[in-house]
């Protein structure tokens, strides 16, 4: 089975600056999808950004970038310019390519603390 | 943009009582999910639904609980006999089919309270 690790608990950055959420995962599939979504205090799931990993470019979505590193099955998430608007619970989440219908499997979050 | 909506945002139910938690998803979507969030923890995967039958479901889907797609929109969680453990936040999730890498969306939560 799938398995994504979320080492970081919390995380904390200045507005402006930069910061780097870390994921790891566990997989013998070739074929998957990886995912970052964050959690606002509203709960809702929003999705951040995608990255199929049979690409070997980092998806990169306005001031958010992956860095996806396949051998390492290291999957980082990085925030430019950070925003008020930023902090929120982040999951990464790992989808197998094998089938239409497959769950995501998410880790564990990390809360992102933004100061002003 | 389209919206996966779930009713109701939160409820309070007696331990032991029936729970139905209801989502509509977004149409033309073609597989939908339940996923559960106990408070602090991770989410996690209950069900998934497609062509009108269960495709996958976890461990934590037992005999308590049921989907069920009554009318071709609305999709139900059924929790029976609820528990104190069962208090947390049920996610819906719906996808458009055509692809694996296309987004998952998710409802905006129903927070289940058991006392």
Same mark, same amino acid.
């Given at each position: 089975?799938?398995?994504?690790?979320?080492?970081?608990?919390?995380?904390?950055?200045?507005?402006?600056?930069?910061?780097?959420?870390?994921?790891?995962?566990?997989?013998?599939?070739?074929?998957?999808?990886?995912?970052?979504?964050?959690?606002?205090?509203?709960?809702?799931?929003?999705? $951040?950004?995608?990255?199929?990993?049979?690409?070997?470019?980092?998806?990169?979505?306005?001031?958010?970038? $992956?860095?996806?590193?396949?051998?390492?099955?290291?999957?980082?998430?990085?925030?430019?310019?950070?925003?008020?608007?930023?902090?929120?619970?982040?999951?990464?989440?790992?989808?197998?390519?094998?089938?239409?219908?497959?769950?995501?499997?998410?880790?564990?979050?990390?809360?992102?603390?933004?100061?002003? | 943009?389209?919206?996966? @909506?779930?009713?109701?945002?939160?409820?309070?139910?007696?331990?032991?009582?029936?729970?139905?938690?209801?989502?509509?998803?977004?149409?033309?979507?073609?597989?939908?999910?339940?996923?559960?969030?106990?408070?602090?923890?991770?989410?996690?995967?209950?069900?998934?639904?497609?062509?009108?039958?269960?495709?996958?479901?976890?461990?934590?889907?037992?005999?308590?609980?049921?989907?069920?797609?009554?009318?071709?929109?609305?999709? @139900?969680?059924?929790?029976?006999? @609820?528990?104190?453990?069962?208090?947390?936040?049920?996610?819906?999730?719906?996808?458009?089919?055509?692809?694996?890498?296309?987004?998952?969306?998710?409802?905006?939560?129903?927070?289940? @309270?058991?006392?």
């Amino acid at each position: 089975a799938q398995t994504v690790t979320q080492s970081q608990p919390e995380m904390s950055v200045q507005e402006a600056e930069t910061v780097t959420l870390s994921c790891t995962y566990d997989t013998s599939e070739s074929d998957y999808y990886l995912f970052w979504y964050k959690q606002p205090p509203s709960r809702q799931m929003i999705l $951040v950004i995608r990255q199929e990993a049979y690409k070997q470019q980092n998806a990169t979505e306005n001031r958010f970038s $992956v860095n996806f590193q396949k051998a390492a099955k290291s999957f980082s998430l990085k925030i430019s310019d950070s925003q008020l608007g930023d902090a929120a619970m982040y999951f990464c989440a790992y989808r197998s390519g094998s089938k239409y219908g497959n769950k995501l499997v998410f880790g564990a979050g990390t809360i992102l603390r933004v100061k002003s | 943009e389209p919206e996966v @909506t779930q009713t109701p945002s939160h409820q309070v139910t007696q331990m032991g009582q029936e729970v139905i938690l209801r989502c509509v998803p977004i149409s033309n979507h073609l597989y939908f999910y339940w996923y559960r969030q106990i408070l602090g923890q991770k989410v996690e995967f209950l069900v998934s639904f497609y062509n009108n039958e269960i495709s996958e479901k976890s461990e934590i889907f037992d005999d308590q609980f049921s989907v069920e797609r009554p009318d071709g929109s609305n999709f @139900t969680l059924k929790i029976r006999s @609820t528990k104190l453990e069962d208090s947390a936040m049920y996610f819906c999730a719906s996808h458009p089919g055509g692809g694996p890498g296309n987004t998952i969306y998710f409802g905006e939560g129903s927070w289940l @309270t058991v006392v």
